[in-house]
């Protein structure tokens, strides 16, 4: 049951960063008046790219971190901050820097295969994306939860490719204010993920604060609790 918490966790977090949804104007700018069959294949190289990516930055995060010199508070700290500003930038229905530029896409409607860059990356697997598997995987008990860590990795990057196929019937279903509105509760909830993880690091590198802290209110609770009033 634990497992499958963490593993829920992880997905709806990492949904949340990636957001395909923020995707699909992008997508349809580049390949929206291609034949059907070629936009399901850039749909397709999107999301393996997406896949292969976090897939390769999970894999291999216990050893960045070792070659680095990075321990898992100090890039839970930094993830946080990180992915705080991109949910900010979420709720206000804004496209976040760390997504792509618009030098980028710019760029990218002279490429013939937009699927690899800048769809696949970084618009779905961007930095975001990255730290947030990163500081799954580092906070992952046992080999199971990192195995349910890449599932969940798997299951999103699924759903990028069905919700980038379908990236026409979005548009027309959903409309601009409906993606909007999936953008700011995404944002609202990948900000909340982001404070969590600055707050984890935080107790983490250190130990003692907690504690102190707690001690200190518990001091302070009994002198500001108001005087009973004296019965006659």
Do not use: Y
Request: aromatic fraction near 6%; proline fraction near 5%; include cysteine.
């Amino acid at each position: 049951m634990e497992i499958l918490t963490f593993t829920l966790l992880s997905f709806g977090s990492l949904f949340s960063i990636v957001d395909p949804f923020a995707a699909v104007p992008v997508f349809l700018a580049l390949v929206g008046d291609h034949p059907r069959p070629q936009q399901k294949r850039t749909a397709l190289r999107a999301a393996l790219t997406c896949l292969v990516v976090l897939l390769s930055f999970g894999v291999a995060g216990s050893l960045i971190f070792r070659f680095f010199g990075i321990t898992i508070p100090a890039f839970k700290i930094a993830g946080g901050i990180l992915l705080f500003g991109v949910g900010l930038e979420m709720m206000r229905a804004q496209k976040s820097k760390t997504r792509g530029t618009a030098e980028e896409e710019h760029e990218a409607e002279t490429k013939e295969d937009v699927g690899l860059i800048p769809i696949g990356l970084p618009l779905l697997s961007g930095p975001g994306a990255i730290a947030t598997v990163m500081v799954f995987v580092g906070q992952a008990k046992d080999m199971s939860h990192k195995i349910g860590v890449l599932i969940a990795v798997a299951v999103v990057s699924l759903a990028s490719f069905l919700i980038l196929r379908s990236a026409g019937l979005m548009s027309r279903v959903l409309g601009k204010t409906g993606m909007n509105v999936i953008s700011r509760i995404m944002g609202l909830i990948l900000a909340a993920v982001a404070i969590q993880f600055v707050l984890d690091g935080t107790r983490e590198a250190f130990p003692g604060l907690a504690t102190k802290v707690g001690a200190a209110v518990e001091k302070a609770a009994p002198a500001s609790a108001p005087s009973a009033a004296p019965q006659e």
